[in-house]
């Protein structure tokens, strides 16, 4: 099952993508890792899903990742007399800690730490944006505001922030209790959302302690202030560009976009591009260009990962929409000038002798035309630095944990394989020769490079470069 492309493929599970059938159909279309959303379904749910991945994995004898993906904190108004009303521009309507039923006047929002946040002034999104108010009046109970843009609102809308950080854990009690059942399952990554500064990503590698990597979903304009810090602590990041294309104006999310996948490349984490890829296709078997073209630029840019959330979740293609997607992606991939791009935007490796090695085995494999780069890695992190040269050739992972194959299956260009631990100069040689022959990355006479780290099993110390030939 070797994927003959660089960009991996997310795949969310959902009601129309729970039987054994369909998810082995998903992976097989193309699906290199799969979400797990736990802001829909229960854990008896997930459950099924995960088992039947776990199984897939065997019976394909290739490395998945499994994504949990917390709700985070849902910050939602109350109910209404009839279920709606219409909301009049140029009209007020507050908003309270009050348990009443709400009318075209007021309406409860039972989240005393957005008033406690807000000034006069500030601009509150309701319904993914489609109804803006602002604050003419304020205080730690009550916000009176102004209808900007006017529309219907209904029973437990959505309400957004945009320009306040509000004083909010992204961790809410159901987030706890549900990255607890998920770490004891054993999934491979958690994305938070709700990410709005590194004291955030900190609070969850806590409570996570290494049980899997950390992914920050980046979808409030306030974590692009910390861009750098938050990609440093996390250990991949995710851009959310639902919610963030609700708290900032549309024009903005490009830029935005590309500047996060920038950042992450620079600093080698895994980014993610999400959110509305193939849209058209939750009821349409085909995309539109316009989304053919989104999914084509965010491969350009050198993104690790691209997300399906709605289209395999719920949609009516989502066999069909993972093999578009696979097809895009193998399509630009063979584009020279997506080879001329990701030279073009190459970052320069740091001063550390892992870095020296892995630039070096680029350029080595890049000479010799090696059919392959294979990297020994027991926590994944060589292997990630090699992903970030963007090398020519595909990266064969081994490692001997099980979980470090299956986060590595999130990374650019990286095919992981679980082997038994070395021993050997010798043995390293041999078991990449093997595994690169079996894995059907290299014939006999193909020249192989090959890093590793002396003394073998010690994590970071990567410091030896080896080409070897195929026989």
């Known amino acids: 099952m070797r994927r003959m492309r660089n960009a991996k493929i997310i795949a969310t ?47 394909y004898k290739r490395s998945i990742g499994i994504l949990l993906d917390l709700q985070g904190p849902k910050l939602r108004v109350g109910r209404f007399k009839d279920g709606k009303v219409k909301l009049e521009q140029g009209n007020t309507f507050r908003l309270d800690l009050s348990d009443g039923i709400g009318d075209e ?51 437990h809308k959505g309400v957004n922030v945009p320009t306040v950080i509000l004083p909010l854990s992204s961790l809410t009690e159901k987030d706890r209790e549900d990255l607890r059942y998920g770490l004891d399952l054993g999934v491979d990554w958690v994305a938070l959302s709700f990410v709005q500064r590194p004291e955030d990503i900190a609070e969850a590698r806590k409570l996570i302690a290494g049980r899997a990597g950390v992914m920050a979903k980046l979808e409030k304009p306030a974590a692009m202030d910390h861009l750098d810090e938050i990609v440093n602590l996390s250990d991949a990041i995710m851009v959310a560009r639902g919610d963030l294309g609700v708290e900032v104006p549309p024009e903005e999310v490009p830029a935005l976009q590309k500047r996060i996948v920038f950042t992450c490349r620079a600093a080698g984490k895994p980014v993610v591009v999400a959110t509305q890829m193939l849209e058209s296709m939750v009821h349409a078997p085909t995309p539109t260009r316009a989304e053919a073209s989104d999914v084509a ?77 294979v990297t020994f890695s027991s926590t994944g992190s060589t292997t990630l630095r090699c992903a970030r040269e963007r090398p020519m050739v595909p990266v064969l992972s081994l490692t001997p944990r099980a979980d470090t194959a299956r986060r590595l299956a999130l990374a650019w260009g990286v095919h992981s394989v679980k082997t038994e631990d070395l021993s050997t100069f010798r043995d390293m040689v041999v078991k990449a020769i ?5 894995e059907g990355f290299a014939d006999v006479g193909d020249p192989l490079v090959i890093t590793a780290g002396v003394p073998f099993g010690t994590p970071g110390a990567t410091n030896i470069l080896r080409i070897a030939w195929v026989e």
């Open 105 to 155: 006047t007021r309406v409860s929002l039972h989240h005393p730490e957005i008033f406690q946040a807000l000034e006069t002034g500030t601009d509150l999104l309701l319904d993914d944006g489609n109804i803006r108010l602002r604050v003419r009046d304020c205080s730690s109970d009550f916000a009176e505001t102004e209808i900007v843009t006017g529309g219907t609102l209904s029973d």
């Open 13 to 59: 599970l959902g009601p129309g993508t729970s039987s054994e059938e369909m998810i082995h159909a998903l992976f097989k279309a193309g699906a290199d890792v799969f979400r797990l959303n736990f802001s829909h379904g229960d854990h008896a749910d997930h459950k099924r899903r995960y088992d039947i991945i776990r199984a897939m994995e065997e019976k």
């Open 297 to 373: 630029t965010a491969i350009y840019d050198g993104s690790d990962a691209i997300m399906l959330s709605a289209e395999t979740a719920v949609g009516d293609y989502p066999v069909e929409a993972v093999a578009m997607m696979d097809r895009i992606v193998d399509r630009v991939e063979k584009d020279p000038h997506y080879r001329q791009m990701m030279e073009a935007y190459r970052y320069a490796p740091e001063a550390t002798a892992a870095d020296a090695i892995t630039a070096a085995a680029r350029q080595v494999a890049q000479t010799i035309s090696a059919s392959v780069i």
């Open 434 to 438: 093997r595994v690169a022959k079996s």
